[in-house]
């Protein structure tokens, strides 16, 4: 009798460690291709894109479990694991995330995994705890769909780093207004052939003239950050190299006509930035810079601090978005894990 008695306590204690903090023991599961459960995924991920300031934006791939919790005195929690998918938007870029579109498999595509414990109160909904990690598609699972793609490169990586350098004052030198720093290696490949590099890096404007900078470690950012996202690509041919590059500004600035998009340009003539220094400032984030970065994706695990990711944090209040209302009945299906949006990595 006495080791059935600690045996329901301990299992009481379970409870009470596994629930999100200020619940009670009770809770429903909530199908995972249920309206409510898509309605709490969906702003689940918009609080994630609105609070990443690395790597690029995320959409709702798959729910794969909810739990509704009542909390005491008022309202239900709901403990959620969602997947979710790299878009091709950088988290800085203001355009809506409707106008973006999911990376592909074909292009070395990135998974976020996400657990979530989402108040709801008087209408009302508050993230109180998050918590997530990205994982890349495998080399393997990336050659056996398509051979010659490229697959993600180290941020520093000889090419990868000469090829944003090279960019970079590719940029610059056909810009007759600000002079940008670098302040993040996005993403980047090797291509095999023909034989190039691909990178995707984010700038920002300091209060330095293009035209007259003569030491950039002078030129610093400015207070009120402007950013700009670029795409460059540097051909590796028997003559030279050629670099190609084309950066789009998230906020307007005194540019010439054609500053956002150069052309090729020869490297040969291209005087390239000094050395940039160890990291940059960016909000509350230092980003390292250099070679000593063997990352090859920016990993969502990065994107909360410790402080954010509480249970006692105090969260912040989120607008519903609109989901479709249940149709008629139809065969019943398992509850979790939901329907795949995209792909499954």
């Given amino acids: 009798m006495k080791s059935l008695v600690l045996l329901l306590c301990f299992a009481q204690l379970w409870g009470c460690q596994s629930a999100p903090q200020g619940t009670g023991l009770g809770f429903r599961e909530l199908a995972c291709d249920d309206p409510e459960a898509e309605q709490v995924a969906l702003l689940a991920v918009d609080y994630l894109n609105n609070h990443l300031l690395q790597g690029f934006k995320q959409v709702l791939n798959q729910i794969d479990k909810v739990k509704v919790w009542s909390r005491r005195p008022f309202g239900v929690v709901y403990e959620m694991e969602v997947d979710t998918l790299e878009t091709t938007c950088h ?8 106008n973006g579109s999911v990376r592909q ?27 997530c990690h990205s994982t890349p598609d495998s080399a393997e699972d990336v050659r056996k769909l398509c051979p010659r793609c490229p697959l993600l490169t180290p941020f520093n990586d000889t090419n990868v780093v000469h090829t944003v350098n090279t960019a970079l004052a590719a940029f610059n030198t056909q810009n007759n207004g600000t002079y940008f720093k670098l302040v993040e290696i996005s993403r980047a490949q090797n291509v ?5 590099t691909l990178v995707e890096f984010v700038i920002a404007a300091t209060d330095c003239t293009a035209k007259e900078v003569t030491d950039p470690a002078k030129c610093n950012l400015l207070a009120e950050k402007q950013h700009g996202f ?6 590796h041919n028997l003559g030279g190299e050629e670099v190609s590059v ?19 340009v020869p490297t040969a003539n291209a005087a390239l930035p000094a050395d940039p220094p160890a990291s940059v400032v960016v909000g509350p984030v230092v980003v390292p810079r250099g070679l000593s970065d063997h990352r090859t994706y920016h990993d969502l695990r990065h994107a909360f601090s410790p402080v ?7 969260g912040e209040t989120l607008h519903s978005p609109k989901v479709g209302q249940p149709g008629a009945a139809g065969p019943v299906s398992p509850m979790c894990p939901g329907r795949i949006r995209h792909f499954k990595i």
């Fill in 230 to 235: 670029c795409k460059a690509n540097l051909m």
């Fill in 91 to 98: 988290a800085l870029d203001p355009t809506p995330l409707a």
């Fill in 192 to 196: 095999p052939l023909p034989v190039s």
């Fill in 246 to 264: 084309a950066c789009k500004l998230f906020q307007t600035q005194p540019q010439p006509a054609n500053a956002n998009a150069v052309g090729p």
């Fill in 308 to 314: 954010a990711s509480v249970e006692s944090a105090s």
């Fill in 105 to 131: 498999l074909t292009e070395h595509a990135v998974e976020g995994d996400c657990d979530f414990h989402i108040l709801k109160q008087d209408g009302q909904f508050r993230v109180m705890h998050t918590q």
